[in-house]
């Protein structure tokens, strides 16, 4: 039987990167064909590829992602965690949903089937491609570090850009030009304190501003300035839009970008349960059945330099996904 964490360190030693992703795809593919899955490598772009791995089908399908942020941080275990990029998020839930699988088939369960995507952390072209794939399964879990609790939902996300415009002049003569920062910082501050919605289950509606834009030089009146938002959504949203709307009206364009709904999930008895307030894979895999969210480690620690994993908690994992399985296939 695979070990676990020598199969999560094994990935962890390659830098798979989102767009370079084609070492580790080589690796978990080849590991499952030597123990006789069915394994179909979909190209996503030249080069990248999905994995989908499949037995008798109509069943579970077990999913996350193979790709992480940069940069690459080397695999290192130390007083039982396993450290490195991936750890959490989300090669050491690779690793456990892998051994998991095999243990089923290795008990005659072969409803089980694996699919592992590319570009998660950038743009999900992988996820979108996959629900392209004859899927047959009835239920899809997703793992992404949920603390070893199974999700009862996930805020949704909008992006916006926020942009003013003025006019430019030498800044020695600042009464010939307009600021276009001036009035964008004064609006910003307004963001905090915007009536946003708010959910039982997911909380409120919170928002980034994450980057700021402004200007050419430091000797030139800025005749353009923008700020790009990132909306944490916890319903519907339309209304979010009407308040930033009226908050931005003769002030400010708003572009909209980017949108994924708020989800609820699936739960079974015997887990813990709890909302998480970031995004997944998961509304772009609509074709894969009912969805559950559940993996080891926390979000805390992913994306950065201290990323790691419990190693009793990545061991557990294992047993998790073999029982939410059963309890799936049970139903």
Not at 6 to 22: C, F, K, N, V, W
Not at 23 to 34: H, P, Q, S, T
Not at 48 to 73: E, F, Q
Not at 147 to 168: F, P
Request: contains cysteine.
């Amino acid at each position: 039987m695979t070990d676990v964490v020598a199969l999560a360190t094994e990935l962890l030693s390659i830098d798979s990167s989102t767009g370079r992703e084609r070492e580790a795809v080589d690796v978990v593919g080849r590991w499952l064909v030597a123990r006789g899955w069915n394994v179909t490598l979909q190209e996503v772009e030249p080069g990248r590829s999905n994995v989908w791995a499949t037995r008798a089908g109509g069943g579970v399908t077990l999913s996350t992602h193979l790709d992480t942020v940069p940069p690459y941080i080397a695999p290192r275990l130390d007083d039982g965690r396993l450290y490195g990029r991936g750890a959490c998020d989300a090669k050491g839930i690779a690793a456990a949903m892998l051994v998991a699988a095999q243990q089923l088939v290795d008990s005659g369960e072969e409803r089980v089937d694996l699919l592992f995507v590319v570009g998660e952390e950038k743009g999900s072209p992988g996820a979108r491609a996959a629900n392209r794939l004859p899927a047959t399964s009835r239920w899809l879990v997703n793992g992404e570090p949920t603390e070893s609790k199974l999700a009862s939902g996930a805020k949704g996300a909008q992006r916006v850009i926020v942009r003013v415009r003025g006019r430019e002049a030498h800044s020695a003569y600042p009464e010939f030009g307009s600021s276009a920062l001036d009035p964008l910082l004064a609006l910003l501050p307004q963001v905090r304190d915007l009536p946003l919605p708010s959910d039982a289950v997911l909380g409120m509606t919170t928002s980034n501003i994450g980057v700021l834009r402004a200007g050419t030089e430091a000797n030139v009146i800025p005749g353009l300035a923008e700020a790009e938002i990132m909306i944490r959504l916890v319903g519907d949203v339309a209304p979010v839009k009407k308040v930033f709307e009226e908050w931005a009206k003769g002030r400010a364009e708003l572009e909209w970008g980017s949108f994924i709904p708020a989800q609820r999930f699936h739960t079974i008895d015997g887990f813990d349960v709890a909302p998480v307030a970031f995004t997944t894979d998961i509304p772009l895999l609509s074709r894969w059945g009912t969805p559950l969210l559940f993996g080891p480690g926390s979000i805390h620690v992913a994306h950065t330099p201290d990323e790691h994993i419990a190693v009793t908690e990545l061991r557990d994992a294992v047993s998790a996904y073999v029982r939410i399985v059963e309890a799936l296939l049970a139903t």
